[in-house]
Protein backbone atom coordinates (compact mmCIF):
# COMPACT_ATOMS: atom_id res chain seq x y z
CA UNK A 1 0.00 0.00 0.00
CA UNK A 2 3.21 2.25 0.91
CA UNK A 3 4.81 1.62 -2.31
CA UNK A 4 1.49 1.81 -3.94
CA UNK A 5 0.69 5.26 -2.54
CA UNK A 6 4.53 6.49 -3.51
CA UNK A 7 3.90 5.60 -6.85
CA UNK A 8 0.48 7.05 -6.78
CA UNK A 9 1.96 10.25 -5.97
CA UNK A 10 4.76 10.32 -8.07
CA UNK A 11 2.37 9.65 -10.97
CA UNK A 12 0.09 12.77 -9.56
CA UNK A 13 3.41 14.93 -9.40
CA UNK A 14 4.41 13.99 -12.87
CA UNK A 15 0.36 14.35 -13.94
CA UNK A 16 0.38 18.36 -12.28
CA UNK A 17 3.71 19.08 -14.18
CA UNK A 18 2.80 17.63 -16.96
CA UNK A 19 -0.79 19.67 -17.13
CA UNK A 20 1.69 22.41 -15.96
CA UNK A 21 3.58 22.12 -18.81
CA UNK A 22 0.67 22.10 -20.81
CA UNK A 23 -1.46 25.22 -19.32
CA UNK A 24 2.16 26.70 -20.27
CA UNK A 25 2.50 25.75 -24.33
CA UNK A 26 -1.23 26.70 -24.60
CA UNK A 27 -0.63 29.97 -23.19
CA UNK A 28 2.33 30.05 -25.55
CA UNK A 29 0.24 29.10 -27.83
CA UNK A 30 -2.80 31.69 -27.47
CA UNK A 31 0.02 34.52 -27.45
CA UNK A 32 1.47 33.02 -30.71
CA UNK A 33 -2.20 33.39 -32.15
CA UNK A 34 -2.62 36.61 -30.66
CA UNK A 35 0.63 38.26 -32.70
CA UNK A 36 -0.74 36.19 -35.86
CA UNK A 37 -4.35 37.66 -35.54
CA UNK A 38 -2.34 41.14 -34.80
CA UNK A 39 0.34 40.80 -37.73
CA UNK A 40 -2.85 39.56 -40.14
CA UNK A 41 -4.71 42.69 -39.19
CA UNK A 42 -1.85 45.02 -39.57
CA UNK A 43 -1.46 43.74 -43.07
CA UNK A 44 -5.16 43.86 -44.24
CA UNK A 45 -4.93 47.40 -42.58
CA UNK A 46 -2.08 48.20 -44.73
CA UNK A 47 -3.86 46.62 -47.92
CA UNK A 48 -6.70 48.50 -47.55
CA UNK A 49 -4.93 51.52 -46.86
CA UNK A 50 -3.06 50.77 -50.52
CA UNK A 51 -6.29 50.04 -52.35
CA UNK A 52 -8.20 53.06 -50.72
CA UNK A 53 -4.54 55.70 -52.25
CA UNK A 54 -4.95 53.49 -55.45
CA UNK A 55 -8.92 54.04 -55.74
CA UNK A 56 -8.54 57.32 -54.42
CA UNK A 57 -5.61 58.05 -57.40
CA UNK A 58 -7.73 56.44 -60.11
CA UNK A 59 -10.95 58.86 -58.98
CA UNK A 60 -8.52 62.04 -59.48
CA UNK A 61 -7.52 61.26 -62.68
CA UNK A 62 -11.49 60.10 -63.78
CA UNK A 63 -12.33 63.59 -62.33
CA UNK A 64 -9.49 65.40 -63.96
CA UNK A 65 -10.35 63.67 -67.38
CA UNK A 66 -13.42 65.13 -67.16
CA UNK A 67 -13.12 67.61 -66.39
CA UNK A 68 -10.98 68.21 -69.58
CA UNK A 69 -14.18 66.93 -71.67
CA UNK A 70 -16.44 69.40 -69.81
CA UNK A 71 -14.06 72.50 -71.20
CA UNK A 72 -13.58 70.88 -74.20
CA UNK A 73 -17.61 70.63 -74.15
CA UNK A 74 -18.31 74.48 -72.88
CA UNK A 75 -16.08 75.74 -75.77
CA UNK A 76 -17.97 74.12 -78.47
CA UNK A 77 -20.89 74.84 -77.59
CA UNK A 78 -19.74 78.84 -76.94
CA UNK A 79 -18.48 78.35 -80.71
CA UNK A 80 -22.21 76.38 -81.49
CA UNK A 81 -23.67 79.54 -79.54
CA UNK A 82 -21.61 82.21 -81.28
CA UNK A 83 -22.44 80.73 -84.82
CA UNK A 84 -25.90 80.34 -84.33
CA UNK A 85 -25.90 84.17 -83.26
CA UNK A 86 -24.07 85.00 -86.46
CA UNK A 87 -26.92 83.29 -88.39
CA UNK A 88 -29.61 85.10 -86.16
CA UNK A 89 -27.93 88.25 -87.30
CA UNK A 90 -27.95 87.43 -90.76
CA UNK A 91 -31.72 86.71 -91.04
CA UNK A 92 -32.39 89.93 -89.44
CA UNK A 93 -30.39 91.61 -92.05
CA UNK A 94 -32.36 89.33 -94.27
CA UNK A 95 -35.97 90.36 -93.07
CA UNK A 96 -34.90 94.28 -93.04
CA UNK A 97 -33.64 94.03 -96.43
CA UNK A 98 -36.96 91.98 -97.19
CA UNK A 99 -39.31 94.83 -96.00
CA UNK A 100 -37.07 97.83 -98.05
CA UNK A 101 -37.85 95.68 -101.00
CA UNK A 102 -41.82 95.97 -100.25
CA UNK A 103 -41.38 99.33 -98.89
CA UNK A 104 -40.22 100.31 -102.23
CA UNK A 105 -42.24 97.89 -104.24
CA UNK A 106 -45.50 99.56 -102.17
CA UNK A 107 -44.33 102.81 -103.07
CA UNK A 108 -44.29 102.36 -106.87
CA UNK A 109 -47.87 100.65 -106.61
CA UNK A 110 -49.07 103.28 -105.10
CA UNK A 111 -47.55 105.34 -106.92
CA UNK A 112 -48.99 103.84 -110.37
CA UNK A 113 -52.04 103.62 -108.87
CA UNK A 114 -52.65 107.48 -108.22
CA UNK A 115 -51.31 108.04 -112.21
CA UNK A 116 -54.02 105.95 -113.11
CA UNK A 117 -56.60 107.30 -110.72
CA UNK A 118 -55.33 111.02 -112.44
CA UNK A 119 -56.17 109.58 -115.82
CA UNK A 120 -59.30 108.01 -115.06
CA UNK A 121 -60.34 111.32 -113.34
CA UNK A 122 -59.16 113.49 -116.52
CA UNK A 123 -61.00 111.20 -119.24
CA UNK A 124 -64.05 111.35 -116.55
CA UNK A 125 -63.77 115.01 -116.60
CA UNK A 126 -63.56 115.52 -120.45
CA UNK A 127 -66.38 113.03 -120.96
CA UNK A 128 -68.51 115.21 -118.65
CA UNK A 129 -67.56 118.56 -120.53
CA UNK A 130 -68.67 116.75 -123.31
CA UNK A 131 -72.16 115.83 -121.77
CA UNK A 132 -72.45 119.26 -120.39
CA UNK A 133 -72.18 120.97 -124.07
CA UNK A 134 -74.50 118.16 -125.89
CA UNK A 135 -77.06 119.42 -123.00
CA UNK A 136 -76.55 123.53 -123.69
CA UNK A 137 -77.01 122.30 -126.94
CA UNK A 138 -80.27 120.56 -126.02
CA UNK A 139 -81.22 123.11 -124.31
CA UNK A 140 -80.73 125.99 -126.86
CA UNK A 141 -82.17 124.19 -129.20
CA UNK A 142 -85.63 123.19 -127.02
CA UNK A 143 -85.52 126.93 -126.07
CA UNK A 144 -85.91 127.67 -129.88
CA UNK A 145 -88.56 125.46 -130.61
CA UNK A 146 -90.51 126.39 -127.67
CA UNK A 147 -89.77 130.29 -128.36
CA UNK A 148 -91.34 128.50 -132.30
CA UNK A 149 -94.29 127.11 -130.74
CA UNK A 150 -95.57 129.82 -128.54
CA UNK A 151 -95.70 132.31 -132.24
CA UNK A 152 -97.27 129.51 -133.80
CA UNK A 153 -100.11 129.16 -131.33
CA UNK A 154 -100.62 132.79 -131.29
CA UNK A 155 -100.07 133.15 -134.91
CA UNK A 156 -102.62 130.03 -135.88
CA UNK A 157 -105.96 129.00 -135.30
CA UNK A 158 -106.41 125.27 -135.79
CA UNK A 159 -108.98 123.30 -134.87
CA UNK A 160 -108.74 122.60 -131.30
CA UNK A 161 -108.26 118.77 -131.27
CA UNK A 162 -105.13 119.26 -132.87
CA UNK A 163 -104.22 122.00 -130.18
CA UNK A 164 -104.72 119.55 -127.35
CA UNK A 165 -102.93 117.26 -129.09
CA UNK A 166 -100.19 120.03 -129.68
CA UNK A 167 -100.31 121.07 -126.06
CA UNK A 168 -100.21 117.87 -124.63
CA UNK A 169 -96.92 116.99 -126.84
CA UNK A 170 -95.66 120.50 -125.72
CA UNK A 171 -96.06 119.74 -121.93
CA UNK A 172 -94.43 116.15 -122.26
CA UNK A 173 -91.61 118.24 -124.01
CA UNK A 174 -91.15 120.41 -120.62
CA UNK A 175 -91.44 117.76 -118.97
CA UNK A 176 -88.74 116.08 -120.44
CA UNK A 177 -86.70 119.58 -120.41
CA UNK A 178 -86.95 119.69 -116.85
CA UNK A 179 -85.80 116.48 -116.56
CA UNK A 180 -82.84 117.01 -118.65
CA UNK A 181 -82.23 120.36 -116.37
CA UNK A 182 -82.35 118.42 -113.67
CA UNK A 183 -79.86 115.97 -114.82
CA UNK A 184 -77.78 119.34 -115.86
CA UNK A 185 -77.57 120.36 -112.49
CA UNK A 186 -76.66 117.03 -111.03
CA UNK A 187 -74.05 116.77 -113.69
CA UNK A 188 -72.83 120.31 -112.73
CA UNK A 189 -72.28 119.62 -109.44
CA UNK A 190 -70.36 115.95 -110.19
CA UNK A 191 -67.88 118.37 -112.65
CA UNK A 192 -67.32 120.65 -109.62
CA UNK A 193 -66.77 117.42 -107.20
CA UNK A 194 -64.65 115.64 -109.89
CA UNK A 195 -62.44 119.04 -110.27
CA UNK A 196 -62.07 119.03 -106.46
CA UNK A 197 -60.83 115.50 -106.30
CA UNK A 198 -58.67 116.40 -109.85
CA UNK A 199 -57.16 119.47 -107.82
CA UNK A 200 -56.07 117.18 -104.96
CA UNK A 201 -54.71 114.58 -106.57
CA UNK A 202 -52.60 117.15 -108.61
CA UNK A 203 -51.52 118.36 -105.80
CA UNK A 204 -51.05 115.08 -104.41
CA UNK A 205 -48.78 114.08 -107.44
CA UNK A 206 -46.38 117.70 -106.55
CA UNK A 207 -46.18 116.10 -103.00
CA UNK A 208 -45.48 112.89 -104.50
CA UNK A 209 -42.93 114.14 -107.40
CA UNK A 210 -40.88 116.43 -104.03
CA UNK A 211 -40.50 113.16 -102.35
CA UNK A 212 -39.22 111.17 -105.54
CA UNK A 213 -36.96 113.96 -105.75
CA UNK A 214 -36.04 113.32 -102.62
CA UNK A 215 -35.46 110.24 -102.84
CA UNK A 216 -33.39 110.18 -105.79
CA UNK A 217 -31.15 112.82 -104.33
CA UNK A 218 -30.61 110.26 -101.35
CA UNK A 219 -30.13 107.31 -103.66
CA UNK A 220 -27.28 109.46 -105.40
CA UNK A 221 -25.85 109.72 -101.74
CA UNK A 222 -26.24 106.26 -100.95
CA UNK A 223 -24.29 105.38 -103.89
CA UNK A 224 -21.43 108.30 -103.13
CA UNK A 225 -21.39 106.45 -99.50
CA UNK A 226 -21.78 102.64 -100.85
CA UNK A 227 -18.65 103.29 -103.25
CA UNK A 228 -16.63 105.05 -100.53
CA UNK A 229 -17.91 102.04 -97.81
CA UNK A 230 -16.78 99.28 -100.41
CA UNK A 231 -13.15 100.27 -100.88
CA UNK A 232 -12.34 101.04 -96.80
CA UNK A 233 -14.11 97.69 -96.30
CA UNK A 234 -11.83 96.15 -99.22
CA UNK A 235 -8.56 97.76 -98.27
CA UNK A 236 -9.16 96.99 -94.18
CA UNK A 237 -10.60 93.60 -94.59
CA UNK A 238 -8.12 92.80 -97.05
CA UNK A 239 -5.08 93.74 -94.70
CA UNK A 240 -6.75 91.97 -91.69
CA UNK A 241 -7.39 89.17 -92.99
CA UNK A 242 -3.57 88.95 -94.54
CA UNK A 243 -2.14 89.88 -90.99
CA UNK A 244 -4.82 87.26 -89.25
CA UNK A 245 -3.79 84.37 -92.08
CA UNK A 246 0.09 85.49 -91.46
CA UNK A 247 -0.61 85.27 -87.45
CA UNK A 248 -1.86 81.74 -87.94
CA UNK A 249 0.52 80.35 -90.03
CA UNK A 250 3.57 81.63 -87.56
CA UNK A 251 1.56 79.95 -84.33
CA UNK A 252 1.57 76.82 -86.72
CA UNK A 253 5.04 76.75 -87.32
CA UNK A 254 5.58 77.73 -84.19
CA UNK A 255 3.47 75.04 -82.28
CA UNK A 256 5.21 72.06 -84.92
CA UNK A 257 8.82 73.29 -84.09
CA UNK A 258 7.84 72.84 -80.30
CA UNK A 259 6.31 69.62 -80.60
CA UNK A 260 9.45 68.37 -82.38
CA UNK A 261 11.87 69.86 -79.48
CA UNK A 262 8.80 68.34 -76.86
CA UNK A 263 9.51 64.77 -78.62
CA UNK A 264 13.45 65.38 -78.40
CA UNK A 265 13.43 66.35 -75.08
CA UNK A 266 10.79 63.55 -73.97
CA UNK A 267 12.85 61.00 -75.17
CA UNK A 268 16.38 61.99 -74.18
CA UNK A 269 14.83 62.62 -70.57
CA UNK A 270 14.09 59.25 -69.87
CA UNK A 271 11.26 60.42 -67.05
CA UNK A 272 9.73 58.06 -64.79
CA UNK A 273 5.80 57.18 -65.97
CA UNK A 274 4.46 59.78 -63.00
CA UNK A 275 6.25 62.64 -63.77
CA UNK A 276 6.04 62.17 -67.34
CA UNK A 277 2.39 61.95 -66.66
CA UNK A 278 2.91 65.35 -64.82
CA UNK A 279 4.17 67.19 -67.46
CA UNK A 280 2.01 65.81 -70.15
CA UNK A 281 -0.98 67.03 -68.36
CA UNK A 282 0.61 70.40 -68.01
CA UNK A 283 1.74 70.62 -71.37
CA UNK A 284 -1.95 69.80 -72.78
CA UNK A 285 -3.41 72.09 -70.61
CA UNK A 286 -0.99 74.70 -72.35
CA UNK A 287 -1.44 73.72 -75.86
CA UNK A 288 -5.56 73.44 -74.97
CA UNK A 289 -5.05 77.18 -74.34
CA UNK A 290 -3.16 77.88 -77.14
CA UNK A 291 -5.43 75.81 -79.83
CA UNK A 292 -8.09 78.20 -78.31
CA UNK A 293 -6.07 81.35 -79.24
CA UNK A 294 -5.99 79.49 -82.56
CA UNK A 295 -10.01 78.53 -82.43
CA UNK A 296 -10.29 82.64 -81.63
CA UNK A 297 -8.52 83.65 -84.83
CA UNK A 298 -10.21 81.45 -87.20
CA UNK A 299 -13.12 82.24 -85.85
CA UNK A 300 -12.34 86.00 -86.52
CA UNK A 301 -11.07 85.48 -89.51
CA UNK A 302 -14.34 83.87 -90.85
CA UNK A 303 -16.77 86.31 -89.29
CA UNK A 304 -14.48 89.50 -91.07
CA UNK A 305 -14.73 87.46 -94.70
CA UNK A 306 -18.77 86.96 -93.59
CA UNK A 307 -19.34 90.38 -92.83
CA UNK A 308 -16.97 91.50 -95.89
CA UNK A 309 -19.29 89.48 -98.43
CA UNK A 310 -22.73 90.21 -96.65
CA UNK A 311 -21.75 93.67 -97.54
CA UNK A 312 -20.81 93.21 -100.84
CA UNK A 313 -24.44 90.98 -101.44
CA UNK A 314 -26.17 93.67 -99.90
CA UNK A 315 -24.44 96.89 -102.52
CA UNK A 316 -25.02 94.77 -105.36
CA UNK A 317 -29.07 94.46 -104.10
CA UNK A 318 -29.05 98.02 -103.54
CA UNK A 319 -27.46 98.97 -107.04
CA UNK A 320 -29.60 96.72 -108.73
CA UNK A 321 -32.75 97.85 -106.82
CA UNK A 322 -31.37 101.17 -107.67
CA UNK A 323 -31.16 100.26 -111.51
CA UNK A 324 -27.57 100.79 -111.62
CA UNK A 325 -25.19 98.00 -113.38
CA UNK A 326 -22.04 96.98 -111.95
CA UNK A 327 -19.99 97.57 -114.71
CA UNK A 328 -20.45 101.44 -113.77
CA UNK A 329 -18.37 100.82 -110.33
CA UNK A 330 -14.79 101.30 -111.50
CA UNK A 331 -13.21 98.01 -109.71
CA UNK A 332 -14.46 94.55 -109.67
CA UNK A 333 -15.68 93.51 -106.00
CA UNK A 334 -13.26 90.42 -104.52
CA UNK A 335 -15.49 88.04 -102.32
CA UNK A 336 -13.07 86.01 -100.17
CA UNK A 337 -13.35 81.84 -99.78
CA UNK A 338 -12.18 81.70 -95.83
CA UNK A 339 -15.89 82.70 -94.91
CA UNK A 340 -16.75 79.45 -97.08
CA UNK A 341 -15.93 77.33 -93.94
CA UNK A 342 -17.65 76.07 -91.24
CA UNK A 343 -17.45 78.04 -87.99
CA UNK A 344 -18.05 74.74 -86.01
CA UNK A 345 -15.26 72.38 -87.72
CA UNK A 346 -12.08 72.13 -85.88
CA UNK A 347 -9.10 74.19 -87.27
CA UNK A 348 -6.23 72.32 -89.38
CA UNK A 349 -3.06 73.75 -87.13
CA UNK A 350 -4.14 72.06 -83.86
CA UNK A 351 -2.10 69.84 -82.20
CA UNK A 352 -1.78 67.17 -79.37
CA UNK A 353 0.51 65.80 -76.74
CA UNK A 354 3.04 62.84 -77.54
CA UNK A 355 2.22 60.15 -74.97
Same mark, same amino acid.
Given at each position: ????? /? &? ?48 ? $? ?17 ? &???? $? ?5 ? &?? &? ?24 ? !????? !? ?15 ? @? ?26 ? %???? *? ?7 ? /? ?12 ? @? ?62 ? %? ?12 ? !? ?18 ? /? !????? *? ?5 ? @??? /? ?49
Amino acid at each position: MKLAQ /K &EHRSQESELRKDLRDLKVELKEQELANEMMVKNLKMKQDEYITELRNDFE $RQVQEIEMKYDKKMRMLRD &EQDL $RRKTEIH &EI &EERKNGQINTLMKNHEKAFSDIKNYY !NDITL !NNLALINSLKEQMEEMK @RREDRLEKEMADLQLQNKRLIEPLQKAR %EEVA *ELQRQLSNY /KKDKTLLASTSARL @RVTEKELKDLKWEHEVLEQRFCKVQAERDELYTKFTKAIHEVQQKSGFKNLLLERKLLTLSETL %EKKEAQLNEILAAS !NLDPSALSLVTRKLEDVLDS /K !NSAIK *ELQYELA @RVC /KAHNDLLRTYEAKLQAFGIPLEELGFKTLETTMAGKKLGQGPAGLVSVPT
